[in-house]
């Protein structure tokens, strides 16, 4: 029961701030077991009222939360991408730095040093 109980306060926790924007009102709500619910409308049939929370609506506050949070997300996708182009310009760095070596040493090149050449670039592209 009390599993229950927390996996549904957990859910609600992450669905709380649209409930505080859909209504005026939050009502905490206890049923004869003693689980608790928070909704939007008032409570009904077994369950009681334990406590009546008004909320005001600020459309300006609202709006301002909707454009960080889209600002935020924003900035999370060119971070990924930034970090992407960053490992592919360097697995390409690698690549020529390799191929240069290798044109240097040419067929004189061990099979050791070539082992390691590819070992280098394996790591940088992964």
Known sequence: MRSWAFGLALLLGHSLPS???????????????????????????????????????????????????????????????????????QCEQVRAQVADERDREGLTASFDRRSQWDERVRQACK
């Open 19 to 89: 409930l505080v924007f859909a209504s005026g009102a939050l009502y905490k709500c206890v049923d004869r077991r003693g689980a608790v619910s928070i909704q939007d409308t008032p409570c009904t049939g077994s369950t009681q009222t334990q406590s009546v929370t008004p909320v005001e609506v600020d459309p300006q506050a609202r709006s301002r939360q909707g454009r960080l949070y889209q600002a935020d997300s924003m900035d999370r996708v060119a971070q990924r991408r930034n970090r992407r182009a960053t490992r592919v310009s």
